[in-house]
């Protein structure tokens, strides 16, 4: 009868409502974790001519001095929020990095601004895995792709966002500004966090319950054996590790090098650069969820070959970015990577919550972070910004031009890595008991 069933139906309309909002505030606090990271990379030339840094010392802020800590205290903290409530660790770590991206603006020396980064290090390590985690705990499996896409549009809106907003100020105002405003938004929006959303039950949309004790399910030593047990988690980690060597890499250096070596102002950076990120990479993750949707819970090679495919498109477009002096032929040319170099994101998070118990997924999502983010976030831009001082002396009209060359073999790394996943993901399918 109707009127019997209307208070369960409004019940599910409301959860429903209720789950999309988490996602949006989810993907809000991740839209500032990354905003807050970049913003060094945006604003790197007003940094670079204020504290006197090289573009060695700017890639170890923005890679390995930050990374360090990201990435190492990212497993720790996704244990205790694997037995611990979720919420509080996430909005405890936006608080700290927001207040330790206040540093970074009141910084007045190289030193004071690397130990101000390694703060937003620390903070910016409780951010993802435990969201991870709770949006996989609100949606089932048949909508986790969609989800944890819409969740990952978190790094283009930053970046976008930050190009946008971070140029603007600090071509109207100071650098400094850019910093101060936003890690006064991070804190308001640990606070909301922390007041209006529910941690949810663990495995509450898991088709199977799980049927190992609590305590068994989230050990560290559990998780770390059987993470690295596997062939398929094992690399999908190595293959987005590879992919953000390059995409790093990129993002830290890309403003420095349209306004040193492409003659564009601040001004046009916040304007075309943000449209060419904000556009390419949301559209790439976007349509990657979808196409892991579509084609993953019947084919799961699919989670290889598809990144493996869009980063081999890729490559043309990336050379002819770094290739062409004028700018806004190379903001034509780079639309093709800020789209196809992001192929690889949601597939590698889906592939991990949905082979992994439930009570390990936060865990098993720092694995995932520490092992593609040291490679990635750790050395992409450090390795750039390196080649590029040791190339200044014999060209220093171009060295930024030359190091952005040495990331073309890193492309065919990636490619190698994701066609290999896709072979064992394959081989899984077709003799799942005899998989390792």
């Known amino acids: 009868m109707p009127a019997a069933s209307s208070p369960t139906l409004s019940s599910d309309r409301q959860s429903n409502r209720y789950r999309w909002f988490v996602l949006a505030a989810l993907c809000f606090v991740y839209v500032l974790n990354f905003l807050d990271r970049q913003l060094l990379s945006i604003l790197a030339k007003p940094i670079q001519d204020d504290l006197r840094i090289s573009d060695g010392e700017l890639g170890l802020l923005g890679g390995l001095y930050f990374a360090m800590f990201y990435c190492i205290l990212g497993i720790p903290v996704a244990w205790l929020a694997d037995r611990t409530n979720r919420i509080r660790v996430l909005s405890v770590a936006c608080a700290l990095w927001s207040a ?13 601004l690397a ?17 991870y985690s709770i949006i996989s705990d609100y949606f089932p499996p048949e909508r986790r792709g969609l989800a944890l896409g819409l969740f990952n549009l978190g790094p283009p809106l930053g970046q976008a966002l ?32 922390w007041a209006f959303v529910r941690e949810p039950r663990r495995g509450a949309t898991d088709v199977v319950a799980a049927v190992e004790s609590a305590d068994e399910a989230a050990t560290f030593g559990a998780t770390m054996k059987m993470f690295f047990s596997r062939s398929d988690l094992t690399l999908v980690s190595l293959a987005a590790g590879a992919t953000q060597f390059v995409t ?23 304007i ?28 799961p090679e699919a989670y290889g070959l598809i990144p493996a495919i869009a980063l081999l498109l890729a490559v043309p477009f990336f050379i002819g ?63 750039l910004g390196a080649v590029s001082d040791w ?27 994701h066609l290999a996943l896709a072979r064992v993901l394959k081989r899984k399918r077709e003799m799942p008991c005899d998989f390792r």
Request: with cysteine.
């Open 162 to 193: 930050g190009v946008a907003f971070g140029a603007k100020i600090a071509a109207a105002y100071d650098w400094r500004l850019a910093f101060l405003l936003l890690g006064v938004a991070g804190l308001i929006a640990a606070a909301g966090v």
């Open 321 to 383: 970015f770094v290739h062409t002096p004028a700018w806004p032929l190379a903001m034509l040319f780079l639309l093709g990577p800020t789209f196809l170099n992001y192929f690889y994101l949601t597939p590698a998070v889906t592939l991990v919550q949905n082979a992994v118990p439930a009570r390990q997924r936060t865990l098993a999502g720092a694995v995932l972070l520490l092992i593609m983010n040291l490679i990635g976030l750790g050395l992409g831009p450090t390795w």
């Open 115 to 131: 130990a101000a980064r390694m703060g937003v290090g620390i903070g910016e390590a409780g951010g993802v895995p435990p969201s």
């Open 272 to 299: 075309w650069y943000a449209l060419v990120l904000g556009i390419g990479v949301s559209a790439g993750i976007y349509l990657s969820g979808r196409l892991v949707d579509r084609y993953a819970a019947r084919r």
């Open 100 to 112: 330790a991206t206040i540093a970074c603006g009141m910084s007045t020396t190289y030193v004071q």
């Open 248 to 270: 790093y890499a990129t993002l830290g250096f890309t403003t420095l090098f349209l306004m040193r070596e492409k003659g564009m102002t601040l001004d046009e950076i916040a």
């Open 391 to 417: 190339l200044k002396p014999a060209h220093p009209d171009n060295s930024l031009q030359l190091a952005f060359y040495s990331l073309v073999p890193f492309y065919f790394i990636a490619i190698a890595l």
